[in-house]
């Protein structure tokens, strides 16, 4: 049973540029929540999709947006790239029954010079 | 909203001691709490996770404690490895359907 996959694993971007992030949930599960995680910190936590539709959002910028597709995946897109977007980028699904029960993937590693 | 705080930040153990790690929360509403475990360049893993209608839970090695009245809630080790060397996190639920998380407490286990 394969676990939240995520890709790319590391991710190397300029500023002002557009980054997109793609995570598989775990089998059996239909809701993602993405997360940042800064150096030293815990998850943040950005938004939450479930039905294609974003359920619940954190205190983050209308430059991160997301997406969710009929087979469950979701994509992170973060647009206008900040320093200090540079972070560990999360994602973690859960079952619509049971959402505060989350499980994540091994994160992407981005890095804005 | 809920406001979860962790202790200590940093925690150094011989292997074969106990290991505990506190998290105290703002909403008394909160009935849901786990524990992950992230090592190096990994995500963060479910260990253990306890629900407001009991007050500890355990598993092996590990054990969670609840105190509802005090809103905190205690991740316990025993006979530590240093394989558990990593840092844990505490959380509690945030709005309807989501995780807010503590600070994270380093774990490091000497042989």
């Known amino acids: 049973d394969a676990g939240v996959t995520q890709s790319p694993t590391h991710l190397i971007k300029t500023r002002g540029q557009q980054v997109t992030l793609r995570c598989s949930p775990k089998?059996?599960?239909?809701?993602v929540s993405w997360y940042q995680q800064a150096l030293g910190q815990g998850p943040q936590f950005i938004f939450q999709?479930?039905?294609?539709?974003?359920?619940q959002r954190g205190n983050f910028p209308d430059r991160f947006s997301g997406h969710q597709f009929p087979n469950y995946s979701s994509e992170l897109n973060v647009n206008a790239l900040l320093l200090g977007d540079s972070a560990l980028y999360l994602c973690a699904s859960s079952f619509s029954g049971l959402t505060y029960e989350q499980y994540f993937g091994p994160g992407t590693r981005l890095t804005v010079t | 909203g809920e406001n979860v705080e962790q202790h200590p930040s940093t925690l150094s153990v011989q292997e074969g001691d106990s290991a505990v790690i506190k998290c105290t929360y703002s909403d008394s509403a909160s009935n849901y709490f786990p524990w992950y475990k992230q090592e190096l360049g990994k995500g963060p893993q479910l260990i253990i996770d306890?629900?407001?209608?009991?007050g500890e839970k355990k598993d092996q090695r590990i054990a969670v404690t609840l105190n509802k009245t005090a809103k905190h809630f205690s991740l316990h080790i025993t006979e530590t490895q240093p394989e558990d060397s990593a840092v844990y996190f505490c959380?509690?639920?945030?709005?309807?359907?989501?995780?807010?998380f503590g600070k994270g407490t380093m774990l490091l286990v000497s042989p």
């Open positions: 959380a509690a639920p945030r709005g309807y359907s989501t995780l807010t």
């Open positions: 306890i629900r407001s209608n009991v």
């Open positions: 089998s059996g599960h239909d809701t």
């Open positions: 999709y479930y039905e294609e539709e974003e359920r």
